[in-house]
Every structure is written in structure tokens, then in C-alpha cells.
């Protein structure tokens, strides 16, 4: 946890919702992808095809839950991601 919460502090929120805070890491790699964090758990989620990247501990429907936010959100979340790492 302590690897994660470190590499954690250098991602911008991006995205408030539910209680869940959705992150993008201005030095992360490809696929394009939001981490998401709340309620104790944490999951990266692939912009493109809006599937879990990670085993997770969200429950079923908080996963669903979060997969309906960033598809409501995806143009927002997709513009965020180019400009911090152009576009592909």
C-alpha cells in the first residue's frame, strides 16, 4: 500500500464523484486509463474499453457504478489524458 499511496501522490484529480476520486498520473504509460480511489479500494479502468486493468476489491456494483461515471465522463477524462500525454 505504502508503493501505491506514494506513486499516488503525484497523480492529478481529475474527476470528484460518488464519493470516489478518479486520478490520471501526468508520467503514466499506455492505455489510456483512470485510477479510481474511495471506500477503501482502488482500481485502474482503460478509458477505451471501460474495463477493470486490475483484480480490485470494489464490489460489483461500485465497479459498475464507477464504469457508468467514466463513460459519462469519457470525453472529459480522454481530453485530460492528452494533455498530459498527447495523443497516441
Known amino acids: 500500500m505504502y508503493a501505491y499511496y506514494a506513486y499516488?501522490?503525484?497523480?492529478?484529480?481529475v474527476l470528484v464523484s460518488r464519493g470516489l476520486k478518479f486520478k490520471i498520473n501526468p508520467r503514466d504509460h499506455n492505455p489510456p486509463h483512470v485510477h479510481v480511489e474511495g471506500y477503501g479500494a482502488s482500481v485502474r479502468i482503460d478509458l477505451r474499453t471501460f474495463q477493470p486493468m486490475d483484480d480490485t476489491s470494489f464490489s460489483?456494483?461500485?465497479?459498475?457504478r464507477i464504469i457508468e461515471v467514466i463513460q459519462a465522463h469519457a470525453e472529459e477524462l480522454n481530453a485530460k489524458w492528452e494533455e498530459y500525454h498527447g495523443k497516441d
Request: charged share 25%; hydrophobic share 35%.
Open 8 to 13: 499516488s501522490i503525484f497523480m492529478s484529480t
Open 60 to 64: 460489483r456494483t461500485d465497479l459498475r
